[in-house]
């Protein structure tokens, strides 16, 4: 079965990530020092984030968790869709 086409990056999918993470601490008038202390987050790591997209999951994690977002990280990967009936016969072995 050929690869799907991949129209964006790792990197700009990230990217946009840290800029929906950005709005959602600018919408709540949250600083980067602010969030960075709430999170346990580094500053640097979080200025980091927003400028590049690069971010350990972990901190990601603790990013989503202060700001009340960490269902949207706790729903990732759950309702995967099947890609052909090999997987539903795999799933169930």
Same mark, same amino acid.
């Given at each position: 079965?050929?690869?799907?086409?991949?129209?964006?990056?790792?990197?700009?999918?990230?990217?946009?990530?840290?800029? *929906?993470?950005?709005?959602?601490?600018?919408?709540?008038?949250? %600083?980067?020092? &602010? /969030?960075?202390?709430?999170? =346990?987050?580094?500053?640097?790591?979080?200025? *980091?984030?927003?400028?590049?997209?690069?971010?350990?999951?972990? %901190?990601?994690? &603790? /990013?989503?968790?202060?700001? =009340?977002?960490?269902?949207?990280?706790?729903?990732?990967?759950?309702?995967?869709?099947?890609?052909?009936?090999?997987?539903?016969?795999?799933?169930?072995?």
């Amino acid at each position: 079965m050929p690869e799907a086409l991949q129209w964006e990056t790792a990197e700009e999918i990230n990217q946009k990530l840290a800029m *929906r993470i950005r709005c959602v601490r600018r919408r709540r008038k949250i %600083s980067q020092e &602010k /969030l960075s202390s709430m999170s =346990g987050v580094s500053f640097g790591s979080l200025k *980091r984030f927003e400028a590049t997209g690069k971010i350990s999951l972990l %901190s990601l994690t &603790k /990013l989503a968790l202060a700001l =009340g977002c960490a269902d949207e990280i706790r729903q990732l990967f759950t309702e995967i869709p099947y890609l052909t009936i090999q997987e539903v016969i795999n799933e169930s072995k």
